[in-house]
Nanobody
Framework: HVQLVESGGGLVQPGGSLRLSCAAS????????IAWYRQAPGKEREWVSE???????KYADSVKGRFTISRDNAKNTVYLQMNSLRPEDTAVYYCKGVDRSGWGVYWGQGTQVTVSS
């Protein structure tokens, strides 16, 4: 069983940066594809980015060129570096892990990101 814990959220001004972390406990981290999702008030949860077991990355068009996802398997952690933040990036950010079978799906509790002047 895997537990995921997000951290690194906070309040930042437009144009600023934050780095979110998704730390995993338990075994099997290296077998997981990890994705970041976000949910703004009154909106559905949306996919933001993901990184495969092998390190391949994908991004939503809305964050491409501004966000960078990476993983450190030695630390059982995935990072989301967010630059040039905009007010519309304000949301609760969640990480999700999916194992090779697709049956093992794990969510973190979320971390709040607020972009405001």
């Amino acid at each position: 069983h895997v537990q995921l814990v997000e951290s690194g959220g906070g309040l930042v001004q437009p144009g600023g940066s934050l780095r979110l972390s998704c730390a995993a406990s338990g075994t099997g981290f290296t077998t997981l594809t990890i994705a970041w999702y976000r949910q703004a008030p009154g909106k559905e949860r949306e996919w933001v980015s993901e990184i495969s077991r092998g390190g391949s990355t994908k991004y939503a068009d809305s964050v491409k060129g501004r966000f960078t996802i990476s993983r450190d398997n030695a630390k059982n952690t995935v990072y989301l570096q967010m630059n040039s933040l905009r007010p519309e990036d304000t949301a609760v950010y969640y990480c999700k892990g999916v194992d090779r079978s697709g049956w093992g799906v794990y969510w973190g509790q979320g971390t709040q990101v607020t972009v405001s002047s």
